[in-house]
């Protein structure tokens, strides 16, 4: 997940840098380990992790690179945006989801990176998309617009999602199919980690019940996740009752729009909002997403 670079520029957490000698030394760096493209507007890629970061599965970061020098003086600035770490707690890397802007003032320049480049990543994770944030329930529900995705790629790879639910349900709306690459893969992926499936217990992922959905290329699911709950099509899909307060716990990752959306729908079945500091039913990651 990144924060809309047009949209959220407020986001964009950008300090001065001393200015630069013959070259500059990029503050809190780490090195990139890995960078996989999946369409022309998303990529992934993981780096190192600094021995002494701590976080909870579905935390979000500030990640950057240095900004071009300015004409004038000759000194540059971090650009950094918060973006959701897309790893476990317990990976000894990190991995992060991004679109691809291509006048945006980061990704332009991020969407390059390879191999052994640096970014810059300020390692003070916060968040609202934890376990914390909720009472116990029967079932998860993980609702997620286009590279909203990747704070539930972490927590779908927390053994305390199958330890607190006996479902989990997670949902992704994409405009075209390739966008749904990522999460589909990732999914797949569990049924043969056998780390996971040592650490969780076997066949763990039967938990899980992944509902995809395109809104504009043709694919087997179309339509608005939101659409599809409206007319019950979504719930007899996944075999399971309506939305229930009393069973059911959600969080939410997307778009503006679809996050106030999908806000007043849980609340109309029953849902209270939850924090950190007062546990209920769901949480909304606050945010514009792409």
């Known amino acids: ?15 001065e840098a001393p200015a630069p000698a013959k070259a500059v030394t990029m503050p809190d760096a780490q090195t990139v380990t890995a960078v996989a493209h999946y369409t022309d507007r998303l990529f992934s890629f993981r780096c190192t992790r600094p021995a002494s970061m ?8 500030m990640i950057g690179l240095m900004g071009d020098p300015d004409p004038a003086t000759g000194k540059q600035k971090p650009l950094l945006r918060a973006y959701s770490i897309a ?12 679109i691809k802007v291509q006048d945006g003032p980061l990704t332009s320049k991020l969407q390059h990176i390879k191999v052994g480049d640096e970014i810059i990543l300020r390692p003070k994770p916060v ?10 329930g029967k079932r998860i529900w993980f609702f997620a617009t286009g590279t909203g995705f990747a704070p539930f790629a972490s927590l779908l790879r927390e053994p305390q999602t199958y330890e607190d639910y006996d479902e989990v349900i997670i949902t992704h709306t994409c405009r075209e199919v390739g966008e749904l690459t990522y999460g589909r893969d990732l999914i797949e992926s569990l049924k043969t980690d056998e780390l996971l499936n040592e650490v969780i217990g076997e066949g763990f992922w039967k938990k899980i019940k992944y509902y995809p959905t395109t809104t504009r290329e043709e694919s087997a699911k179309m339509g608005r996740i939101t659409d599809l709950m409206r007319s019950g099509e979504a719930f007899a899909d996944l075999g399971v009752p309506q939305i229930n307060p009393e069973t059911d716990r959600a969080m939410v990752c997307g778009n503006l729009a679809f996050n106030l959306e999908i806000k007043e729908m849980l609340e109309g079945y029953g849902l209270e909002e939850g924090a950190n500091s007062k546990p209920a039913q769901y949480v909304v990651e606050k945010a514009f997403l792409d």
Request: hydrophobic share 40%; no cysteine.
């Open 1 to 15: 997940m990144v924060w809309r670079e047009r949209d959220m520029t407020e986001q964009a957490l950008v300090t």
């Open 54 to 61: 701590r976080f909870r599965s579905g935390e979000f970061v």
């Open 127 to 136: 968040g609202t998309l934890v376990h914390d944030a909720l009472l116990p």
């Open 87 to 98: 790893s476990p707690s317990w990976d000894e890397e990190l991995e992060f989801y991004s």
